[in-house]
């Protein structure tokens, strides 16, 4: 009995496992009362997480109205979750193989959507903003994963973000057998993710969600800020379509109780946070 070719193939698609320092904070924030001194210890013994997590909360979007200069500072300044939620993206930043402007540009993107989430998470009120983020920097994670995979990936990543019709998980599925919010979901769940932050990546692209009331609330208000942050950055490129809104937009605005007028000054908003972040 052969065994079976989908599990064959996942096994050959490599899932960078947990960092050890991802673990080490995991284990500490699961504490009932977690304790600061600890986590900034944790993160201060690798000196180059430590330099980028201070870079990153002095930046102009996450920036306190004081710069920290210590990882400590930077906790009080912009609390535990947040600054795990960043140090899980930097880490994730590092565990996925490889270089090039592909892969720079794939990072630039997901920087921009995980700010775009947490910025209407926030405005919203729908959704923690560390959960936002991190649920933001993942959910096309098993993109770069694909591509070091099949040598013809970026063929299917452009035609799938080029049809208007077919579900673009439908197109990867067709032609590889799985799909990056499959792959992407996997690896939330081997780093301990939480479990709306895995559920929302692999269904991101399923819009059907959004009048599924059996799926969680919180895994479908993720899934329409996803939308949302989408048109943001397609209409920040200069783009007026987003293939993407056209296929789910207006179920995610149903979902956020968004009329026409408040979807359109958010998404000049988001404008202008793209702006002033650089």
Same mark, same amino acid.
């Given at each position: ?62 920036? !306190? ?85 099949? +040598? ?28 990056? !919010? ?5 690896? !939330? ?28 609330? !919180? ?40 009329? +026409? ?18």
């Amino acid at each position: 009995m052969e065994g079976d070719p989908v599990d064959a193939l996942m096994r050959s698609i490599r899932i960078p496992p947990r960092p050890s320092l991802l673990v080490d904070l995991q284990r500490e924030l699961a504490e009932t009362d977690p304790s600061p001194r600890r986590i900034a210890k944790i993160i201060g013994n690798d000196v180059g997480m430590s330099g980028a997590l201070l870079k990153l909360a002095n930046s102009p979007f996450y920036g !306190a109205a004081r710069k920290a200069k210590s990882v400590e500072q930077a906790l009080n300044f912009l609390g535990v979750n947040q600054c795990s939620a960043l140090i899980t993206g930097l880490l994730a930043r590092q565990a996925i193989d490889g270089e090039g402007p592909a892969l720079n540009n794939f990072w630039d993107l997901s920087a921009k959507r995980a700010r775009a989430l947490v910025f209407t998470s926030r405005k919203l009120r729908i959704a923690p903003p560390d959960i936002a983020h991190t649920f933001g920097l993942f959910c096309d994670i098993g993109v770069p994963l694909l591509m070091n995979r099949f +040598p013809d990936y970026s063929d299917t990543f452009d035609a799938a973000s080029t049809d208007a019709s077919q579900c673009f998980t439908a197109i990867e599925d067709a032609r590889h057998n799985t799909n990056h !919010a499959a792959i992407g979901c996997l690896l !939330a769940r081997n780093w301990g993710l939480s479990s709306d932050v895995s559920w929302a990546i692999l269904l991101h692209h399923d819009y059907r969600v959004l009048e599924d009331p059996a799926t969680d609330e !919180a895994v479908r208000s993720l899934v329409a800020l996803s939308l949302l942050a989408e048109k943001g950055i397609q209409r920040y490129h200069g783009n007026s379509n987003s293939i993407e809104w056209d296929k789910g937009g207006e179920l995610a605005c149903r979902h956020l109780d968004l009329g +026409p007028e408040e979807t359109a000054d958010l998404l000049d908003e988001l404008h202008e946070m793209f702006d002033t972040d650089h």
